[in-house]
């Protein structure tokens, strides 16, 4: 009997069974940023921000909706949805007895190995998912979180329009700091929206040191996300954009501000956090060189945040404010954070080169700090779905990734479905986990190939949520990507319900061929 077999028998198995998994109930979820350019705006207006969610009733319509489907998905789970409520009373009972109770029979929880340990014995690395907005409060959530995975991605806390309150069409207020020995005007900054979920964290890991999580930072610098106000004098998208001079002084304002306090020597949080992207998604689709301020004709650089292009490059007209960036982060950063370069659709050949070519400069630029750049990773977002790519293409971009920046990580990993999937249709659910299952192994194999080899050093895994009824794939932008035709999504490792599916196994089985 295969492991994941075990699984769907829980959900037809005797009372005690439906109370163990409930007790145990875990679950990760998370909105992202990736997929396509336009796609990362999506984090923000979908599961993120609570205050985009009220304003979105059709959203949330559609996530409800989601969710709902999704919980029809397993026609095991079906048969036994009717009488789950009456038994839970005498479930609930059971299973406190059992907490009491020595017992010859192991708990079938036992059963299912914790992934981090298995990934640790496999590739020797970090293994994590993301969370964002109310997730960590989800108690199955944060079961699934805490047992499965070592470290943690915040989806939207980290970036610029977070930091900035959300405040995207005007700026919060200003007020005056001292640069290099000069006095600047700057925008308000607030930290509250990843304070939130990092006292959580750092209060998790002083009660359970066996089952600490750290936190990659993400992101400095994005074209998208960030207020269009941040590129204008005096903070105002109606006045004039400032030269490439001032905005150097408002960067490394920035990355010197959020650098300091999360990781600086007297936050409180500087040893939560093992790294940080300091540039995402600069690399265009269509060109497969710099994002440039025309990578999407149709939308206007007047829009509060873009999807697709980029002010930093009207201000700069070039690359140089992706190195400063690298610079900037070497200059604040302690030592023992990793720096990263990250971004999507990383296995087109075409795409591939110009990011080579962006890692190439970054890396050539490598000094001291306060002098020149540092750069630890190459973030392969890992946004893919389960037809593609092959596992040749994503084997060749490891190792040419790993020529230049000889560590890769897979960022934000999920998978998109196929367009027959149906998820109130048992049999396309079954079918289409069977697709995730295989895409995943032939994906983690190419993955294990190419460190064996010696091309590339993997140094992280990271899941883009961890249920599927949490995934930024479930929800519709209205700047493009995410879910643009309403159908349901099941990219993660664990269904709608909490439970391990077919794919989880294949990071679970340490041994396999």
């Not at 298995?118 to 993301?130: H, I």
């Not at 370069?341 to 110009?354: L, Q």
């Not at 990580?409 to 986990?433: C, F, G, K, N, R």
Request: aromatic content about 10%; proline content about 3%; overall charge negative.
């Amino acid at each position: 009997m295969k492991k994941y077999d075990l699984i769907k028998r829980r959900k037809i198995g005797a009372a005690v069974l439906l109370a163990t998994a409930a007790i145990i109930g875990a679950g990760c979820g998370q909105s992202s940023t990736g997929g396509t350019t336009e796609t990362n705006i999506a984090d923000e207006n979908t599961a993120t921000s609570e205050e985009s969610d009220k304003k979105d009733e059709s959203l949330e319509e559609f996530a409800e909706n989601a969710s709902n489907m999704e919980e029809g998905t397993t026609e095991d789970a079906d048969n036994i949805e009717g009488s789950a409520e009456t038994d839970n009373k005498e479930e609930t009972e059971e299973a406190d007895t059992a907490d009491t109770e020595e017992t010859d029979t192991e708990s079938e929880e036992d059963t299912i190995p914790a992934l981090k340990d298995s990934v640790e014995k496999t590739m020797g690395c970090r293994f994590g998912c993301a969370i964002t907005g109310q997730e960590p409060w989800d108690i199955e959530n944060w079961n699934i979180v805490t047992k499965h995975f070592n470290c943690v991605t915040l989806g939207n806390e980290l970036k610029p329009d977070s930091l900035f309150g959300y405040s995207n069409a005007k700026c919060p207020g200003t007020e005056e700091v001292e640069l290099n020995g000069e006095t600047i005007t700057v925008p308000v900054l607030s930290f509250k929206n990843p304070e939130k979920i990092l006292d959580k964290i750092l209060k998790w890991n002083e009660t359970h040191p066996d089952q600490s999580l750290q936190v990659r930072g993400h992101v400095l610098l994005w074209h998208s996300q960030t207020p269009e106000w941040f590129f204008h004098e005096d903070y105002d998208k109606e006045k004039p954009y400032v030269t490439a001079e001032v905005m150097d002084k408002r960067q490394e304002w920035y990355i010197k501000s959020v650098l300091e306090h999360f990781v600086g020597e007297d936050s409180k949080y500087k040893d939560l956090f093992y790294g940080w992207d300091v540039v995402n998604e600069a690399i265009s689709d269509s060109t497969g060189t710099y994002r440039t301020d025309t990578e999407r004709p149709d939308e206007d650089l007047s829009q509060d945040t873009h999807g697709g292009n980029s002010s930093w490059w009207h201000v700069y007209q070039d690359e140089s404010f992706i190195i400063n960036a690298f610079k900037y982060a070497n200059k604040y950063a302690p030592e023992s954070l990793e720096l990263y370069y990250n971004d999507y659709n990383e296995c087109d050949t075409k795409k591939r080169g110009g990011i080579i070519k962006l890692l190439e400069a970054v890396k050539a630029e490598e000094g001291a700090p306060g002098e020149g750049t540092r750069l630890t990773a190459m973030g392969m977002q890992g946004h893919y779905s389960v037809s593609g790519p092959s596992s040749t293409e994503f084997e060749n971009a490891i190792k040419a990734y790993g020529e230049v920046a000889q560590n890769i990580q897979i960022t934000e990993w999920d998978l998109s479905a196929s367009d027959q999937y149906d998820s109130s249709d048992p049999e396309s659910v079954d079918a289409e986990y069977e697709k995730m299952r295989k895409q995943y192994n032939l994906l983690y194999y190419a993955l294990k190939s190419a460190q064996n080899s010696g091309a590339a050093k993997v140094t992280g895994m990271t899941f883009w949520g961890t249920i599927d009824k949490y995934s930024w794939l479930q929800f519709r932008s209205n700047v493009g990507g995410g879910n643009k035709t309403g159908q349901s999504q099941c990219p993660l490792l664990f269904d709608s319900k909490y439970e391990p599916k077919p794919c989880f196994w294949v990071f679970a089985e340490t041994d396999a061929e």
